[in-house]
């Protein structure tokens, strides 16, 4: 508990500083840095499930109640699912270039959803600390590129939702998510308490409008800074020659998978007649903040833009679910 204690600290003085993801960044670098000095560092063996109830809560609480009435356009959506699976293709580069294994190879390329990915990455038998490296790569490139697309930076949280946070619905929610995610885990569902706090997010947001369902910027500033805190202990014992063959690795897959975006984004734009820069900003592997801010100074169509990236988090969360549920079939 300690170490959170301390990690949420200098989360909180990353974010004062308006270091971009501070939050999460801040107890990254700090657990490198008492690992490096010799310091134990250590977390609750729970420290994940709250992650994934909180940031599954967000995700589905993210969707706009008349998402439910006017829908999301289908062409679009199978352009996103397109250009998602080339982007999960790209992991074949690590698999054939570097010999990475299988599992690592397709975890490093997955577009996104890194609670997801740590969820997965945890539960492998060694954790592995490349699949984290990549992704943090990526999400520091991506924020460094939406920097590129705007004059100046933005201060403005915008997964910070509420006007008012309601304790009691927050409170209804959590319990019902948790207790459904126990049953998940106990049938060996992958990412089980982040699966059912997304359903659940949705559910009360989409269908019982009035409960108010909304995520206190506290709340999320923890669950991100524990977040972080996993990531660290996994970032931390890489060496300095594993540091130089993981940013090459990175570098590699995620311009690969720029790449695809690009392509898709263009190919679909002369289809759907939708400015080229929207769809790609829409299909970016990952940083739903980043992107979305880009999309507000731009002048751009933000609202799509971060429901795509809501759409593409839901799609990464489930797939596990639905692959699972086929497995046994295929073994047999």
Not at 15 to 35: D, K, Q, R, T
Not at 145 to 161: K, R
Not at 260 to 285: G, Q, Y
Request: aromatic content about 10%; hydrophobic content about 60%; some cysteine.
């Amino acid at each position: 508990m300690t170490t959170l204690l301390v990690a949420f600290a200098f989360s909180a003085l990353f974010v004062a500083l308006s270091i971009p993801l501070g939050e999460m960044f801040g107890s990254i670098v700090i657990i490198i840095v008492l690992s490096k000095l010799g310091v134990q560092t250590k977390v609750p063996k729970h420290t994940l499930v709250l992650v994934q109830l909180a940031l599954g809560l967000s995700v589905g609480g993210l969707i706009p109640p008349s998402f439910f009435a006017t829908g999301f356009p289908l062409v679009m959506f199978a352009g996103l699912v397109i250009c998602m699976a080339l982007q999960v293709s790209c992991g074949y580069w690590l698999l054939q270039r570097f010999s990475w294994s299988k599992g690592d190879s397709l975890l490093a390329s997955i577009p996104g959803a890194m609670a997801a990915v740590m969820v997965l990455n945890e539960a492998q038998k060694a954790p592995s600390a490349k699949v984290i490296f990549v992704h943090t790569f990526r999400l520091i490139f991506l924020l460094l590129l939406s920097g590129l697309l705007v004059s100046q930076q933005s201060n403005t949280h915008l997964l910070e939702q509420p006007l008012g946070f309601n304790v009691l619905t927050f409170a209804l929610a959590f319990m019902l998510a948790g207790g459904s995610g126990v049953v998940l885990n106990k049938l060996g569902i992958p990412a089980p308490y982040m699966v059912t706090g997304m359903l659940v997010g949705i559910g009360l947001n989409g269908f019982v409008p009035e409960l108010n369902l909304s995520i206190s910027p506290l709340i999320m500033m923890v669950a991100i800074s524990a977040l972080g805190v996993v990531m660290g202990l996994r970032l931390c014992n890489i060496s300095a020659q594993e540091f130089r063959r993981f940013t090459f690795a990175s570098l590699c897959v995620t311009v690969l998978s720029l790449s695809v975006t690009f392509v898709c984004a263009f190919a679909f734009s002369l289809w759907l007649d939708k400015p080229f820069i929207v769809l790609s900003l829409s299909w970016m592997p990952g940083s739903i903040e980043a992107m979305t801010v880009a999309a507000l100074y731009l002048g751009l169509e933000p609202a799509l833009i971060m429901l795509s990236h809501v759409i593409r988090m839901m799609i990464l969360h489930i797939v596990p679910v639905v692959v699972l549920a086929f497995k046994p079939k295929q073994h047999q």
